[in-house]
């Protein structure tokens, strides 16, 4: 017989190896193909190329700004996986495996509140919240926040203080969102440990009207081993702490600040026409069903599957609900239970100071997906327990719950760029110090694929870091200017003043059927596109005569300029 560590120990693996295999039974062709990616790899993970080949992206002003904003951490990964695999496919292997792990640490924080077929469930019910993936897929970043979360909610429910304070001091190296979430979470829990027992002891008669008196653990502690045991308990966190602190200097010190809400009004790129829509923020209701758009999948599977996926769990909640039973051991949830007032209090903080701790819906919607995975699972297992099914049939149950998981959860995030494979493969062939332009959405996929540095791309078109953005903001305008333009020469001028050696130009770009297409591209650029390309139908790009490809497929052309 294995005792209980043991036993959790196999339990705990045995999730995590299921995870990964169903993962993979769902996504295998992605970890054989280099264009089957996530999008914001894109802008992350690209330049981790000159790892392998160290004459890539050298002195370039989009690489040097994307090395800068990937935490520490994720860099350390890549930079030791770069040995043996492509950065592109790491990314896939990473993301399998953080999936893995992070089905088995649900697994063990599930134990702590409930049994095991509870703790099962949630595994099962985190496989079929798509939410999840779309927020882990790529192996970025924001990869690493639910498991990072989980594993200190986990180890707060174990009451062990110190190895959560340990998981803390790793969380900035990864993702400072999370790292904030879990220190106002971690420092609400020190005030109610500690905080009663310090102030019985400075504040006595104080104390003994509010009841703080002689707390449980702390009884014969005097002030001073109370503050030591204290400073001994978070040395970790006040590393942390102080590495977040160097971090956020020297980010500014090489990007440049993050913008106030008063540089965003009146400017249609921090709108919901922009970029991405930073003021006003999106309202509070919003963000409380945004969860359930991707844990329902309705960008996946269409609004009609999605819809009645909505009606399934309404009525999943309402059956648990009407039939209600004790399972779940509060104690187990204390440190979601301090989550949640914190979420709360970041998020309006992230409102009141737009940017300054970035997007408010970060500081919500990791906690939401967590409230409701774990809400969902326990109104299951309240119904299983209703039902009173046999061994054979809960067994069946579970197993079809996992294979429609296997189907749900296939390609969540992960888009095939395979069909420019050839215009890349041409790129690839040219000088490795070219500096190339075109359509921005073309050439995120010609800077990842092709590896070569791109004169201005859209995923890292980033409104809200001045003065980088100043500058994106003029060679897009730049770009747009010469793209359409009438004028030989003003393309010519373009390029020969930007150091730009390849102009891509896609045909479809220059049709009046997409031309009338709203949006074209993000504002303030959109209406600039239009005022250009409203007064003619003559454009110079698209002249062979004058600018002979020399590479052309697909209504795709590659223009050389010496």
């Known amino acids: 017989m294995l005792g209980n560590s043991n036993k959790m120990i196999f339990l705990f693996l045995l999730i995590t190896v299921g995870a990964g295999t169903v993962f993979c039974a769902g996504n295998l062709d992605i970890f054989s193909n280099?264009?089957?990616?996530?999008?914001d790899v894109r802008q992350q993970i690209f330049w981790m190329e000159r790892w392998r080949d160290p004459q890539l992206f050298q002195n370039d002003f989009l690489t040097n700004y994307a090395e800068t904003y990937v935490p520490i951490g994720v860099k350390a990964i890549y930079r030791i996986a770069s040995l043996w695999f492509d950065p592109l496919i790491f990314s896939n292997i990473l993301s399998a495996a953080l999936f893995a792990l992070t089905a088995g640490l649900w697994f063990a924080w599930g134990r702590t509140f409930s049994d095991n077929l509870t703790a099962f469930l949630l595994?099962?019910?985190?496989?079929?919240?798509?939410?999840?993936?779309?927020?882990?897929?790529?192996?970025?970043?924001?990869?690493?926040?639910?498991?990072?979360?989980?594993?200190?909610?986990?180890?707060?429910?174990?009451?062990?203080?110190?190895?959560?304070?340990?998981?803390?001091?790793?969380?900035?190296?990864?993702?400072?969102?999370?790292?904030?979430?879990?220190?106002?979470?971690?420092?609400?829990?020190?005030?109610?440990?500690?905080?009663?027992?310090?102030?019985?002891?400075?504040?006595p008669n104080f104390s003994n009207n509010l009841g703080f008196t002689n707390?449980?653990?702390?009884?014969?502690?005097?002030?001073?081993?109370i503050l030591k045991e204290l400073l001994v308990l978070n040395a970790p966190v006040f590393l942390a702490v102080a590495f977040t602190i160097a971090s956020v200097v020297w980010y500014q010190s090489s990007t440049g600040h993050l913008i106030s809400w008063r540089e965003m009004v009146g400017k249609s790129e921090y709108s919901e026409l922009g970029r991405y829509q930073l003021y006003p923020a999106p309202p509070f209701v919003d963000e409380l069903i945004r969860p359930w758009?991707?844990?329902?999948?309705?960008?996946?599977?269409?609004p009609i599957a999605g819809w009645i996926m909505a009606l399934l769990v309404v009525?999943?909640?309402?059956?648990?609900?009407?039939?209600?039973?004790?399972?779940?051991?509060?104690?187990?949830?204390?440190?979601?239970?301090?989550?949640?007032?914190?979420?709360?209090?970041?998020?309006?903080?992230?409102?009141?100071?737009?940017?300054k701790l970035f997007v408010p819906r970060r500081y919500i919607t990791y906690t939401l997906n967590i409230v409701y995975c774990i809400?969902?699972?326990?109104?299951?297992?309240?119904?299983?327990?209703?039902?009173?099914?046999?061994?054979?049939?809960?067994?069946?149950?579970?197993?079809?719950?996992?294979?429609?998981?296997?189907?749900?959860?296939?390609?969540?995030e992960f888009f095939d760029y395979s069909g420019g494979a050839n215009l890349y493969k041409f790129i690839q062939t040219t000088p490795k110090n070219?500096?190339?332009?075109?359509?921005?959405?073309?050439?995120?996929?010609?800077?990842?694929?092709?590896?070569?540095?791109?004169?201005?791309?859209?995923?890292?078109s980033h409104t809200w870091v001045e003065p980088y953005w100043r500058e994106i903001k003029k060679r897009?305008?730049?770009?747009?200017?010469?793209?359409y333009s009438s004028n030989p020469e003003e393309i010519r001028s373009f390029c020969k003043s930007n150091h730009i050696d390849y102009l891509i130009v896609r045909s479809e770009d220059f049709e009046l059927e997409r031309l009338k297409e709203f949006p074209n591209y993000f504002e303030p650029f959109n209406g600039f596109i239009w005022y250009l390309t409203n007064s003619g139908n003559y454009f110079a790009a698209l002249d062979k005569s004058v600018f002979p490809p020399i590479f052309e497929e697909n209504g795709i052309r590659v223009l050389r300029f010496e």
Not at 215 to 224: A, F, I, S, Y
Request: glycine share 6%; with cysteine; net charge positive.
């Open 315 to 355: 009525g999943v909640f309402s059956w648990a609900v009407l039939n209600y039973r004790p399972l779940i051991k509060w104690r187990g949830l204390n440190g979601l239970l301090f989550l949640i007032p914190v979420s709360l209090l970041l998020y309006v903080l992230a409102r009141l100071l737009l940017v």
């Open 215 to 225: 707390p449980e653990g702390l009884k014969e502690h005097t002030v001073p081993q």
């Open 123 to 203: 595994v099962i019910v985190y496989f079929l919240f798509t939410g999840f993936q779309y927020q882990m897929n790529g192996g970025l970043s924001r990869s690493f926040v639910f498991p990072l979360m989980i594993l200190y909610l986990f180890l707060v429910s174990r009451g062990n203080l110190f190895y959560a304070a340990l998981v803390l001091f790793i969380q900035p190296f990864f993702n400072p969102y999370v790292f904030l979430l879990c220190l106002f979470t971690h420092s609400l829990i020190m005030l109610v440990k500690f905080g009663p027992a310090l102030v019985s002891r400075l504040f």
């Open 34 to 39: 280099r264009y089957f990616i996530n999008d």
């Open 375 to 412: 809400g969902f699972a326990v109104a299951i297992r309240i119904i299983l327990e209703k039902m009173k099914l046999s061994k054979l049939r809960l067994y069946a149950l579970l197993i079809a719950l996992l294979a429609f998981a296997c189907i749900k959860g296939r390609h969540i």
């Open 434 to 460: 070219s500096l190339i332009a075109g359509w921005p959405e073309v050439m995120d996929n010609v800077m990842t694929f092709g590896e070569r540095p791109a004169y201005v791309t859209y995923k890292l």
């Open 293 to 302: 758009i991707f844990n329902l999948s309705f960008p996946y599977w269409g």
């Open 476 to 483: 897009t305008f730049d770009l747009f200017r010469a793209y």
